[in-house]
């Protein structure tokens, strides 16, 4: 089983990533931030470095998949390939920080790849306004974070709530993160509900 967790930056999917795979005692896979030799320039100088950072998360979330499936292991994992393609470096091209023609060769890497991945069984999509996603930001503390724009959030909400509406690719569950805390145990208790009764049709 593959349930992956979706969201933008800040809405709790690293988070809920640990807190399922504790509960269900599955494996957790997160994604590679600490590890990344981009980071800390693409936030400095997001033209220069969109489509290096772009070709790095998806050649990781590519593997990541594979090594998934080919586990046979039941798994959570953080973030998904499709959000990288369609969301983030969709938005890069959009804001005019990622060449045409380096789009272009990503869209169409992107589209091989996807031949060869099967689709999670559930989706769960973290909605979160962008206040939460600031918040939940300033919290962590990550420096590389802290000259996120407000506009780029917005930005990239947008589009994840365009992608989602069309997603068809497998099950979807969408969890609204304004009013919650996934780390307070009714809350978090509720999510658990939800995700199992989703679950249920696919067993």
Same mark, same amino acid.
């Given at each position: 089983?593959?349930?992956?967790?979706?969201?933008?930056?800040?809405?709790?999917?690293?988070?809920?990533?640990?807190?399922?795979?504790?509960?269900?005692?599955?494996?957790?896979?997160?994604?590679?931030?600490?590890?990344?030799?981009?980071?800390?320039?693409?936030?400095?100088?997001?033209?220069?470095?969109?489509?290096?950072?772009?070709?790095?998360? $998806? !050649?990781? +979330?590519?593997?990541?998949?594979?090594?998934?499936? =080919?586990? *046979? %292991?039941?798994? #959570?994992? &953080?973030?998904?390939?499709?959000?990288?393609?369609?969301?983030?470096?969709?938005?890069?091209?959009?804001?005019?920080?990622?060449?045409?023609?380096?789009?272009?060769?990503?869209?169409?890497?992107?589209?091989?790849?996807?031949?060869?991945?099967?689709?999670?069984?559930?989706?769960?999509?973290?909605?979160?306004?962008?206040?939460?996603?600031?918040?939940?930001?300033?919290?962590?503390?990550?420096?590389?974070?802290?000259?996120?724009?407000?506009?780029?959030?917005?930005? $990239? !909400?947008? +589009?994840?709530?365009?992608?989602?509406?069309?997603? =068809?690719? *497998? %099950?979807?569950? #969408?969890? &609204?993160?304004?009013?919650?805390?996934?780390?307070?145990?009714?809350?978090?208790?509720?999510?658990?509900?939800?995700?199992?009764?989703?679950?249920?049709?696919?067993?």
């Amino acid at each position: 089983m593959h349930i992956a967790i979706a969201g933008n930056i800040g809405s709790g999917k690293t988070t809920l990533t640990r807190l399922l795979a504790k509960h269900f005692n599955w494996t957790p896979h997160f994604e590679e931030v600490e590890h990344n030799p981009y980071l800390d320039s693409f936030y400095e100088d997001m033209q220069r470095w969109s489509f290096n950072i772009q070709i790095f998360f $998806l !050649n990781s +979330r590519f593997r990541q998949v594979m090594d998934i499936r =080919n586990s *046979g %292991k039941n798994v #959570i994992q &953080d973030r998904t390939i499709y959000e990288d393609a369609n969301i983030f470096a969709a938005n890069l091209y959009s804001m005019g920080l990622m060449e045409s023609r380096d789009f272009e060769n990503y869209k169409s890497l992107f589209e091989l790849m996807t031949r060869f991945l099967q689709a999670p069984d559930l989706l769960v999509y973290l909605r979160a306004s962008v206040p939460t996603l600031i918040r939940h930001i300033a919290k962590r503390n990550r420096d590389f974070e802290q000259s996120i724009s407000i506009s780029y959030l917005t930005n $990239l !909400n947008e +589009r994840y709530e365009e992608w989602i509406s069309h997603y =068809n690719d *497998g %099950k979807v569950l #969408i969890i &609204d993160t304004d009013d919650i805390e996934l780390e307070n145990p009714e809350d978090l208790s509720t999510i658990i509900e939800r995700i199992e009764g989703s679950l249920n049709g696919l067993f």
